[in-house]
Structure formats: C-alpha cells, structure tokens
Nanobody, 125 residues
Framework: QVQLVESGGGLVQAGDSLRLSCVASGSTSDIYAMGWFRQAPGQERHFVAAIWWIRGNTIYSDSSVEGRFTISRDSAKNTLYLQMNSLKPEDTAVYYC?????????????????WGQGTQVTVSS
C-alpha cells in the first residue's frame, strides 16, 4: 500500500501560479503511474493529469489544462508535482493525487489504489 500526502494548495488570484506536491511513502516500488484529480463543490472528481512513473510519459485531460498545467515527478524523492500556471476561477477545487500499482486506464478514478487527503485550491477573480 502507498500512502500519499498532498501540499501546496492555497488561495490565489486569477493568473497566479501554484505548485502542488504529493509525497508517496510505503510500497513506492509498486507505483506504476500517478495522477492528479480535482473535485469542485457539488461535482464529481475529474481527471486532470497523469504520469507513468518509470517512463515519465504524461497525459492531460484536455488542451486547456495541458497548456497551463505540468505534471512531473522526482522518483528519487517519491514526489509528484503539478505546476499550475495562469490559474482561472474555474480551477477552484480540491486537488487529489492518486497512485496506481498496475497497468490500467489512468483517467479513471476507479482504477487507482491509493489516494491522498486532498489540498484546496481557490482562485479568486
């Protein structure tokens, strides 16, 4: 089992940047991929981005996110990052990181084995 702890959220203004971090501990050698998801009030949790842990390949939910957000990882530190630039009010949500231990569809919440507690990102206009 992998334990995940996110940090880096906060209250920012539109156009600002934030970098979220997610530190993994436990059975980190089992990590196949990691992802970021977000959940706005009253909405379901949605996929944002994912990275295959060894190869480093990345995937994003859509072009608007890919142009502003960058997912990366530091394998030596067992840390996942999400650099978010040009933030918009619609990016406001709780952001969760998740870890996957086996090949599966990285865009689905149901395929992940471990989840962090979430970190709040609020973007004011």
């Amino acid at each position: 089992q992998v334990q995940l702890v996110e940090s880096g959220g906060g209250l920012v203004q539109a156009g600002d940047s934030l970098r979220l971090s997610c530190v993994a501990s436990g059975s980190t050698s089992d990590i196949y991929a990691m992802g970021w998801f977000r959940q706005a009030p009253g909405q379901e949790r949605h996929f944002v981005a994912a990275i295959w842990w060894i190869r480093g390949n990345t995937i994003y939910s859509d072009s608007s996110v890919e142009g502003r957000f960058t997912i990366s990882r530091d394998s030596a530190k067992n840390t996942l990052y999400l650099q978010m630039n040009s933030l918009k009010p619609e990016d406001t949500a709780v952001y969760y990181c998740a870890a996957l231990s086996h090949p599966a569809l990285v865009v689905l919440t149901t395929t992940y084995d471990s989840w962090g507690q979430g970190t709040q990102v609020t973007v004011s206009s």
